[in-house]
């Protein structure tokens, strides 16, 4: 029993996957790199996994065979040895199965309880045999041996062992909850074993308001945003979160969601003598606590405690430390910290009220004994004040502006607010390993392998957690350090959050590119931050750039974790990439932290500098020419050019990125005043450049405090240029979206099963209107069949307009006439889209979202479309020509149609497949690139097809109640009512046999001929001999149809090939249990035995088998009533919606972790 070994694997490789280390990973090339032996041994040791044989140097230890192959027998027994993993992860709303490993002769006594957060009952859960199939979740390196292999015994140390399975319901709330096992056998002691069970949200809803509407906000680096005042009444030199809350309210004026501010976590209270500060915000002592140098001293309500002259003078010391700034230009921590805390000191002696007091001790209780423990930390840092107590107050007063600023965005109207930065880790040797301990690991640091921008690599001087210690404590720092970051704050932007699925960890001592790759149980980690992101309503934003693998950003999608999308990174060998095919669950920005400011970056400023510093070990000559290139790609794209000035190339920019659909946008404070310096350069020391000290400043250098950049002091050019690119942001986003959806052959508001109208006329109109409703501004083309172009927008789907352009034969048109005609049709949507205003102007490139054609005839205008306006082509083929044929042997479909479908699957930048069955075609049958194919299930409009209203059977009464099967539908052969009509016919003569006539059932079959077949209803009946038992009807509206459902006692679906079936969600809607074909999406439309029943061969025979039984026991047909209510229910138009608008989220085909 052990995990798939890789052919010709290494040993020492395979004993570094069975603990989650890398032994090969994928370059920013996606060229497969391989660890050296050296650097895999010195990450197995820091994992308490020693190998090694005895080396002169142990900064390049050598392999010990024997060692490694025992510790490869031991990982793989270790998991059978031990009764329960310390951490467990379900979801909510889902059920799932853990398991547990025992000796076989204890298996008998396995007893489990879970103990709810917050309840002291304990509740018991359900042991069992394991199954053999693989449970839910993704492999875990916390675990030495795959979760996923599916042996259920194992022999170790001469014992058998099995694995058992605890169920957990589906009902358990979203927490922190404790799973116990106990082994009970006779005659010896109970044994219990423990486990922290992380229950969590299975998404966060969190950022849904900004999928419907989306917001923007400004980044900023606080300490950089100064308020100056003559008489010592602003900043200190040093930005505050006074000036936050200052920044925020001046910001929400022009529109503006949230402030992004860098990360507030704790930095070293006091220096040693000659030691200079960090200025880093990414590397702080502790994440769990703040930095107290961005307290505004004067706004603490003990500072008017201190005498009038005291306050004076701390008023001139800040004025000068201000004054000093604007003078230079940089951030002097080692003035401002100082002068800063010897002030907190002042405050502090003063004492507090009553109330005051109350409050405080509070805060201390809340805080538990890790605020102790960092005040004690504190207290013991060369130069820091030497009581605990002072910097427990600190902490509380921190914590009060924090929450005001909070408070001061939101009341001046940001949704968000403010938006907090959460860094890797913490520095090395830092109140983090106080607080922490041995879930740290002290010999690695965090870091990057080599990419683009960092050639050497890089290496953060932070530890990373501990796989296994961490789940041994339940993930308890983890969860603790969410929970106190998300206090205070509307999102929380984390660094680096592919950290939550692995770290590349560099050996103390080595270069940063020796290091390798350690997985971490993503799940777990996942869980941790819904969980507490969901109790504090908070938006999480991953920032995903960098090496990752590619189901990552899938996983952290579905999560409803935003990803992050920057300008410049998103290009491919064609140029830039259009920002309509940005992901929809992002933060969109043009420039980062780690670039230069826009107008720096259209320069090169970070080119020269990289290479004034010797940090380009390519071609630098080269590099200068492919950023030109770059940048000239990106300005035509925007609609500027090198000739146009500094502040319309930003702007451009700006204005080009607000074409993505993605929920959050993102406007760096530097862009808005023309800064051009370098905050920071990945992968120096301050004693190369001056990183993270740079004060916003305009183009020209000078200090932009917030009363420059609110106009009220200093002139009004920068406050008016950071006013132009807010507003043009905001009034950007504001513009209504666009998406276009191509159904050329069939216009969607014709009614459902007359011609070619059936269930894709319901798929288009439904989807047209969700995706209006969603905030989209939706244009459907179709073909006008009256000679003339109409423009039609139903009072029932605001926001839709449908657009009917002539094209071919005034009324009906066969399908060849169409198919010829498709072009023709390209080119008259061209033509309207290039003459007819959209939202006050024609639309251009870039502003529509998607263009999504249904049906192969709808392909050579949607493909065009798409191209005319750099939008991404989406396709949904409704039907497949091969799987027609294939499934029926009499289907005949044109050569055109079957190349036009390989194209579709070659070309389609996505293709929306209605149930997994029909994705897994696609990708078999037309040779699409699986990831590409993505299935969303269609949803039911449960507005009209409802249980509850009035009942009409369109078919004969009859007084002796026989079984009501209705079929509605086109009578086309695919759609099988004939293969009805002859069961019907098998079953009379089956009555007859036994000396009945009435078989107990009649038939109504609601629909009209459509196609070239000639299938005439009533002349099957006839020759069947049951003309008295069927009736016909034409096509109906929806609500009349809905009468029919629930007048019925069967719906009746057996075609030969069903994308989906919507037809049989309406009538589950209406409470009216489905009889389908076992073929196509009817297998996930109809849950058998819950929602109706499948029949497993589309023949007389075989329905007529399927109406005997449920004739035999009508009482349990219509107990599926109830089953097919809840199924339907769950085909939701607006969840379609969110997962087509989402791009990467909802898929159905599996996430695979490797």
Known sequence: MSIPQHASEPALHRLARLHGVQPVYDDQHGVPTTVADAALLRVLAALDVDVSAPAADPRRPVVDPARVEAAITAAEDALWTRRIAPTVVCVQGQQSCVQIHVAASEAAYVRAHL???????????????????????????????????????????????????????????SGVHTLVVRVCPPGRPEDQAHSTLLCSPPRLTTADAFLDRRGWGVAAQLYSVTSSDAHGHGSWGHGDLADAGSLAEHAAQHGADFLLVNPLHATDPGQAPGQAPVDSPYSPVSRRFLNTGYVRVRDIPEFQRLPHHEQARLHRVGADLQARLEQTGRIDRAATEPAQAAALALVWAQGRSADRETTFRRFCRDQGPDLDEFARWCAHRPGAHPDPEFHRWCQWIADEQLASVQERARAAGMRLGLMLDLAVGADRHAADLALLGDQLVRSMSVGAPPDMYNQLGQDWSQHPWHPRVLAEHGYAGLRQMFAAVMRHCGALRIDHVLGLFRLWWVPEGSPAHEGAYVRYDHEAMLACLLIEADRAGVVVIGEDLGTFEPWVQRRL?????????????????????????????CLAAVTTHDL????????????????????????????????AQTVAAFLEAAGTSAQDGTIEQVDGLHRLLCRAPSALHQVALVDAVGDIRIQNQPGTTQEQHPNWTAALADPDGQVVTLERLSGRRGGTKVADRAARLFDTVDTALRAPRVGIAVSYHTDPLDQPGRG???????????????AAEAGLRMLVFTRSSTGRAHVREPEQMPGVSVVALPVGPTGPADKDQLAAGAEQFARACLDWLR???????????GEVCFVHGHYWMSAPAARQIAAALSAPWWHTMHTIAAVKIAQDAQAHEPELRLSTERAIARDAARLIANSPGEAQVIVDTLGADPDRVEAIAPGVDTGTFTPDGHQHWPGTEDPTQPLRVLFAGRLQRHKGPHVLVAALGLLRRRARQRGQDDPGLVLHINGERSGPEELDILALADAEGVADLVSTSTPVPASSLAAQFRAADVVAMPSFSETYGLVALEAQACGTAVLAHRVGGLIHAVDDGVSGRLVDENSAEAWADALEGVLADRGAWRDLSAGAIAHAAAHDWSEYVRRLLGGDTGCDRPVTAP
Do not use: C, K
């Open 115 to 173: 103990s709810l957060e917050g309840h002291s009952a304990a509740r018991p859960l359900p042991v069992g045999a394991a199954t053999v199939a693989a449970p839910t979740g993704s492999p875990s390196p916390a675990d030495p041996v795959d979760r996923h292999e599916s042996a259920t015994t194992r022999t170790v140390d001469g014992v058998e062992r099995v694995r058992l399975s605890v169920t957990v319901p589906d009902d358990v709330p």
């Open 557 to 585: 999608s579905e999560a409803g974790v935003l990803g992050t999308s920057i300008l410049w990174f998103e290009q491919d060998e064609a140029g830039p990439r259009s920002p309509a095919r940005y992901r929809r669950l």
């Open 596 to 627: 230069p400011p826009t107008a720096g970056f259209l320069t090169g400023a970070h080119l020269r500098l990289r290479e004034r510093l010797g940090l380009v070990t390519a071609d630098a000559a080269a590099e200068r020419r492919s950023h």
């Open 756 to 770: 070619d109208a059936g269930g894709m006329n319901t798929y288009v109109r439904h989807a047209a209107r969700a």
């Open 835 to 845: 003459a007819t205003p959209v939202s006050g102007r024609p639309l251009g490139p």
